[in-house]
């Protein structure tokens, strides 16, 4: 990898629509270096496919990549609006450990007070979960599902050393579930958290330009 001139770039990645607009219309400023906010589409493949398309560009080679968006909630007694803070994500071809959570938790109580925090394990899945599923997927460990955070941070590893996060807003859970992961009704509260986030992101890519002591 070519040394990095200038401020480090930060990719953050989503995968609706809906999402998008969230990150566009939230707070821009504070970026600590430049900023490219990615839909992708859905699904790991397209996560997948996005990712490595953008991070060809010598410009963000050295990009710190946060894959976010909504999430559905494993564990019992998760709301929607409830943030996960992944620790690792998952899928059945890897897991890739995420960097600074212990920053993302804190900046994220400070961005949106009141709101719960999970940590833990984030698995990936390519079709919506529903119903039993969910506690089968409990019970490896995790504590939320999406179809694009593992794919975006393993294809975000593959194209070199990089540090990496996935933070997801819970659109649905256990005693809260919507028709289909997509359904905004029902979770206006997760949209208003999702456009709440961006300085937390914004002061986790700068905690990883400081001087390691």
Same mark, same amino acid.
């Given at each position: ?15 609706? &629509? ?5 990150? /566009?219309?939230? +707070?821009?400023?504070?970026?600590? #270096?430049?900023?490219? @906010?990615?839909?992708? &589409? ?10 490595? /398309? ?7 080679? %050295? ?13 019992? &007694?998760?709301?929607? #609006?409830?943030?996960? @803070? ?5 899928? $059945? ?8 959570? +212990? ?22 899945? *390519? !079709? ?17 599902? *999406? ?12 194209? #070199?050393?990089?540090?990496? %996060?996935? @933070? ?5 859970? $256990?005693? !809260? ?21 961006? $300085?937390?992101?914004?002061?986790? !890519? ?5 001087? /390691?002591?």
């Amino acid at each position: 990898m070519n040394p990095q001139t200038g401020p480090s770039p930060l990719l953050i990645a989503c995968a609706l &629509g809906i999402e998008h607009l969230a990150l /566009r219309t939230g +707070d821009r400023g504070g970026a600590g #270096g430049p900023v490219t @906010v990615l839909r992708t &589409g859905m699904g790991p493949k397209a996560a997948e496919r996005s990712v490595a /398309r953008v991070l060809a560009d010598p410009a963000l080679e %050295a990009a710190a990549v946060l894959a976010t968006g909504f999430c559905a909630g494993l564990a019992p &007694g998760m709301h929607p #609006g409830d943030l996960v @803070v992944a620790e690792e994500t998952r899928d $059945p071809r890897s897991t890739v450990p995420c960097v600074a959570t +212990d920053r993302l938790v804190k900046e994220l109580a400070r961005a949106v007070p009141g709101r719960t925090v999970h940590t833990g394990p984030l698995t990936g899945s *390519d !079709h919506v979960v529903r119903g039993p599923e969910r506690a089968d997927l409990l019970a490896t460990g995790a504590i939320a599902v *999406d179809m694009e955070s593992a794919a975006t941070l393993l294809s975000a590893v593959r194209t #070199g050393p990089r540090p990496v %996060a996935a @933070v997801r807003v819970v659109v649905d859970a $256990p005693e !809260h579930e919507l028709v289909r992961i997509g359904t905004v009704r029902g979770g206006i509260s997760a949209f208003r958290v999702l456009r709440s986030v961006l $300085p937390a992101f914004f002061e986790w !890519h700068r905690s990883l330009l400081l001087p /390691r002591r």
